[in-house]
């Protein structure tokens, strides 16, 4: 199972693209849906709420399943994938109790590249 998560607010060509690449590193995908807590503290008021995002995002083929769980590290512990799948711009940025979260599942990160800009730095401006 592999595992990756994020804002999708709103979901865009690039979490296309993030999204069919977390899909090579195995099936299946689930897809953990932050939630509106972690857009306020962006800076941002959420375009969608956290249950239309999970909704758009299931709706996707190359997703499995979505979750909702508050943190990203209980979300590993809880479903203990093979891949954790994360966009480029967290290399070196995930929270500690993630990365232990990782080692104790045995849960192999992968970074990848799918675009120039991450949403958050589009929606800067």
């Not at 195995?26 to 939630?35: N, S, T």
């Not at 941002?44 to 499995?64: K, S």
Request: with cysteine; hydrophobic share 40%; proline share 5%.
């Amino acid at each position: 199972m592999v595992l990756t998560d994020g804002c999708f607010d709103p979901v865009h060509y690039g979490h296309i693209a993030y999204l069919r690449a977390a899909r090579t590193f195995g099936r299946p995908l689930v897809v953990r849906i932050a939630p509106d807590d972690v857009i306020f503290e962006k800076g941002r008021v959420p375009f969608q709420d956290h249950a239309e995002r999970m909704l758009t995002v299931l709706a996707l083929d190359m997703v499995d399943e979505v979750c909702a769980s508050q943190s990203l590290a209980e979300t590993v512990r809880d479903k203990k994938p093979s891949h954790l799948v994360k966009g480029i711009d967290w290399q070196g940025k995930l929270p500690d109790d993630v990365l232990a979260a990782c080692q104790d599942c045995g849960t192999q990160l992968v970074f990848v590249r799918t675009q120039g800009k991450t949403s958050s730095e589009r929606l800067k401006g």
